[in-house]
């Protein structure tokens, strides 16, 4: 009789390898040494192995939690856990953290889950904590979107920060914060929706590089600009980059009321001036999707307004 991984990892020996994300520009940066890039491979130095489930353009993704290996997730997004993990732990950072994450459209707190070690105790009640597949060494959770779109796991080395759109936000690993910072350019044009952005950065000594992974709407693109090269993007198709890139505010449009009256708006400029850049994009908008939701449901694009007349009793 198969113990429950070794069954897991039968049937997963002959399914088909992780699916790579799609990346349509041939040209790779000069060097990806201490650079933000994108992982593809299924096991990671932390023994954390990650799989995508589904087809490109509806995925959900499954982690395998070795023995005291945690991750924090956005809470709500678990389909299913099994295996011996400890329950979701509620995880509260700082208030200036917490109140700049909630900004940034994630969750005031996030959810942590920790791999266990095998244990004596069964049965439903002797450990509230943990899951109850106790004789087994970790556990799988198996993460999913409240929308269709892909899953893209970005490595984060040591002294790097990862800005990402808001709402993006899946899963991480422990030794990286999760906060949200005031972007100021995105207050000078007009119908932008990037004033707030998710911020990845390393805890105090951290050891090794972060992973973090993050939900698109659609499906995503791994942009890489060579030194010279610049790029225009919509606000709501940006997913992330390194906080270090700069950008200028650009209209989309030739005139300034074009850009408003056409439905384009303004984008990020980002200009690849002494080194390259790596750039992630999704291939849908949620804001767009939003605006399309309340117009076929009959609201205006800022939320209907509905006046009650007070009428004044006679005496």
């Known amino acids: 009789m198969f113990s429950f991984f070794e069954e897991t990892k039968q049937n997963n020996s002959i399914q088909k390898p992780m699916n790579k994300q799609p990346n349509r520009r041939s040209q790779q940066p000069s060097s990806s040494f201490n650079t933000i890039k994108t992982v593809t ?12 489930i589904g087809t490109q353009g509806n995925q959900t993704l499954e982690l395998f939690l070795p023995k005291d290996v945690m991750v924090v997730t956005n809470p709500g997004s678990l389909l299913y856990m099994r295996g011996n993990l400890q329950k979701s732990k509620l995880k ?3 208030l200036t953290s917490s109140f700049f994450r909630s900004l940034s459209g994630e969750t005031i707190t ?19 904590t943990r899951t109850h597949s ?12 409240p929308y269709i779109g892909d899953i893209v796991c970005v490595e984060i080395p040591k002294g790097k920060v990862f800005k990402f759109t808001k709402g993006a936000f899946l899963a991480g690993t422990s030794n990286l914060d999760i906060t949200g910072n005031l972007d100021i350019k ?15 950065e ?17 499906t995503f693109e791994t942009i890489h600009l060579q030194q010279g090269d610049e790029i225009i993007i919509d606000n709501g198709m940006y997913l992330g980059s390194d906080a270090d890139y700069p950008y200028t505010i650009s209209r989309l449009g030739v005139s300034f009321f074009g850009s408003i009256l056409g ?4 984008g990020m400029h980002f200009k690849a001036v002494n080194k ?10 949620i804001k767009e999707l939003i605006f399309m939701i309340r117009a076929l449901s009959g609201s205006k694009r800022g939320g209907s307004s509905k006046k009650t007349k007070k009428t004044k009793s006679k005496k």
């Open 202 to 218: 390393h805890k105090e000594n951290s050891t090794g590089p972060g992973y973090v992974w993050l939900s698109t709407y659609g």
């Open 92 to 94: 509260v950072n700082s």
């Open 110 to 128: 996030l959810s942590e889950y920790r791999g266990l070690p095998r244990s004596d105790q069964t049965g439903s009640t002797s450990n509230s």
């Open 263 to 266: 439905g384009e708006g303004w």
């Open 186 to 200: 995105q207050f000078l044009p007009v119908g932008t929706d990037q004033v707030f952005v998710g911020i990845v």
């Open 41 to 52: 491979k299924d096991t990671l130095p932390n023994g954390i192995k990650s799989k995508l």
């Open 276 to 285: 390259p850049m790596t750039i992630y994009t999704q291939t849908k908008s």
């Open 134 to 145: 106790t004789a087994y060494e970790g556990g799988y959770i198996t993460l999913g979107l």
